[in-house]
């Protein structure tokens, strides 16, 4: 059974900074990795992606604060979150790639492993 198991959230004023990371259970570095994100009565959101090759995608609101990051050799996905905002505001998931459970897609990659998520909130 895969698990993600994220860590890192809280609460933050307007232009501090988080680090979120998500702890994986099995190997992902051939898969697409990526974290999402919900805000209540909103659909989950792609924020940022790393492919198997390492290169990244970002949603144009945190590209250029925002900053994904594996390590393969110890199944770890990490996002460093700076210059927060208020509208980054939400529970963020770590998602792996899986196209046959897949339920969300972001950046060409399709999720389908979830994390539980973790709560970041950002007071202005």
């Known amino acids: 059974q895969v698990q993600l198991v994220e860590s890192g959230g809280g609460s933050v004023q307007a232009g501090g900074s988080l680090r979120l990371s998500c702890a994986a259970s099995r190997d992902f570095g051939n898969y697409c990795m990526g974290w999402f994100r919900q805000v209540l009565g909103k659909e989950r959101e792609g924020v940022a992606i790393?492919?198997?090759?390492?290169?990244?995608t970002y949603a144009d609101s945190v590209q250029g604060r925002f900053t994904i990051s594996k390590d393969n050799a110890k199944n770890t996905l990490s996002l460093r979150m700076n210059s927060l905002k208020p509208d980054d505001t939400g529970v963020y998931y770590c998602?792996?790639?899986?196209?046959?459970?897949?339920?969300?897609?972001?950046?060409?990659?399709?999720?389908?492993?979830w994390g539980q998520g973790t709560q970041v909130t950002v007071s202005s």
């Open positions: 790393i492919d198997s090759d390492g290169s990244t």
């Open positions: 998602a792996a790639e899986s196209w046959a459970y897949g339920t969300s897609s972001f950046a060409g990659c399709r999720f389908g492993y």
